[in-house]
């Protein structure tokens, strides 16, 4: 593989974000999005609260209120983005109801975390029949404290507590970058927020916020996802745009006597000659490894000779891409949370089929560096998180291609 390509706004980023937009009537503008299915669900959430969509190329503007605060199942279902529509629709309405959200099947994916600090900002939540109704009369301050560092549930809460009535503190919250960028766009909306990126966040309650326009940072994820690549088949790749101020722990697993990694310049390149080393690696909330990238790095585990192993520590069961890559020869076994992969065996083409995001990422990047021709099926779920990912993939010189059936 050889080339350069651009990483745009993180998925993960620009989703909550777009949420944020429903604070106020006034226009907010997420630039640099990605053109990938969940941003166009997202938005279909939006229109289908009646606000007003914008979209130009990469730039997105979201005006107006919403007139409504049911989002419609057939929406809802498709992904969990629509969660982060609870914290925003309450701030804003007062009220929000939503189908119990879809996304990726990779476990039981609760919203106790969620629901418990919404109930100490006076939300009463009420669950039933694969609804989900919250009301609140007026959101109030709290100090809260998050039994793991969700995500989603930390961005909900802060998007609950931007327009509540006194201070809320988030103990316990998560740090990802994707939740700093949000934020970034609150504080230029007019909230008063301290500790982003930190375990300890606060919010100041202000009485009401203004437009504004952000760039979210880059999708580490899919940066990530193309080192995997180039690390299966070997060549050297710049990725421009990406940040490795946030990726510390994307790259580590990847760095060893086989590879190269240079930043320069608001860019990375990374070389590898295909020749993986054995490593262990462990999932974890952000700073760790996370667990988008487990599925990429565990399809380059395939390819290093020796045994490597893969411990799951977010996600309980995230794991369905093993038994692909075993039709494709990897010898995987699996011990609880704990993947053990002996990457000594090659890896050859097959019929394979992607049921996640992420799991299809990675059975994109074994089947570019297996003997032979692989079809991946599930394509669905890969367009997801990624942007064509055939057509970005070949254009590094991959050989890829897609085939509408
Ligand atoms: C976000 O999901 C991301 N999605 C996920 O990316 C990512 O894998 C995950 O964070 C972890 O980094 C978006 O940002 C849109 P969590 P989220 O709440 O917020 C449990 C992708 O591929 N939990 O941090 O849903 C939960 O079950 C997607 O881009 C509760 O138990 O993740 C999980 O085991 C996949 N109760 C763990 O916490 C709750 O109320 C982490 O979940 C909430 C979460």
């Known amino acids: 593989m050889c080339g350069r390509m651009t990483v745009h706004g993180a998925k993960n980023a620009v989703l909550p974000m777009l949420a944020a937009s429903v604070l106020t009537p006034a226009p907010v503008t997420v630039r640099d999005c990605p053109h990938i299915t969940d941003v166009e669900d997202m938005l279909g959430v939006l229109r289908a609260l009646g606000v007003e969509v914008t979209v130009t190329d990469r730039e997105i503007t979201v005006t107006g209120s919403p007139a409504c605060t049911d989002i419609p199942p057939g ?17 804003r309405c007062g009220e929000v109801e939503l189908a119990s959200p879809g996304g990726c099947r990779i476990g039981a994916r609760p919203l106790d975390i969620h629901f418990d600090g919404l109930e100490r900002m006076g939300v009463r939540v009420e669950c039933g029949d694969g609804r ?34 006194g201070v809320t503190r988030i103990i316990g919250a998560a740090r ?15 909230a008063d927020i301290a500790g982003e990126g930190s375990p300890v966040v606060t919010v100041r309650g202000v009485d009401e916020l203004d437009g504004a326009s952000a760039t979210p940072s880059p999708d580490r994820i899919v940066a990530g996802t193309v080192m995997a690549a180039v690390a299966v088949c070997g060549g050297r790749v710049e990725l421009s745009g990406a940040d490795s101020s946030d990726m510390g722990a994307v790259i580590s697993p990847f760095l060893g006597a086989h590879t190269f ?6 860019a990375i390149t990374f070389e590898s000659d295909g020749m993986l080393s054995p490593t262990d690696v462990c999932t974890g909330p952000y700073p760790l490894f ?28 995230r794991f369905a891409h093993v038994a692909e890559l075993r039709r494709m020869g990897a010898r995987i076994a699996v011990a609880g949370n704990t993947a053990f992969v002996d990457g000594s065996g090659g890896m050859r083409g097959s019929v394979i089929a992607a049921s996640d995001l992420r799991g299809g990422a990675g059975l994109a990047v074994a089947a570019l ?6 079809i991946l099926s599930g394509t669905v779920y890969i367009d997801r998180g990624y942007e064509d990912m055939a057509k970005m993939f070949s254009s590094l010189g991959g050989k890829i291609s897609r085939r509408r059936v």
């Open 75 to 91: 929406l809802a279902g498709g992904m969990r983005s629509s969660v982060f529509m609870l914290g925003a629709l309450l701030s």
């Open 132 to 165: 989900i109704l919250c009301t609140a009369d007026r959101l109030h301050g709290a100090d809260i404290v998050l039994r793991y560092p969700s995500v989603g549930a930390t961005e909900n809460l802060v998007m609950a507590a931007v327009c509540a009535e």
């Open 176 to 190: 990802e970058p994707e939740i700093v960028s949000l934020v970034r766009l609150l504080r230029k909306m007019g």
């Open 261 to 266: 990694l240079i930043e320069h310049g608001g």
């Open 290 to 317: 996370p667990t988008d990238m487990q599925a990429p790095f565990m399809a380059c585990q395939c390819f290093a000779a020796g045994m490597s192993s893969m411990r799951e520590t977010v996600f309980e069961d």
């Open 369 to 374: 560096g297996a003997e032979g021709e692989s």
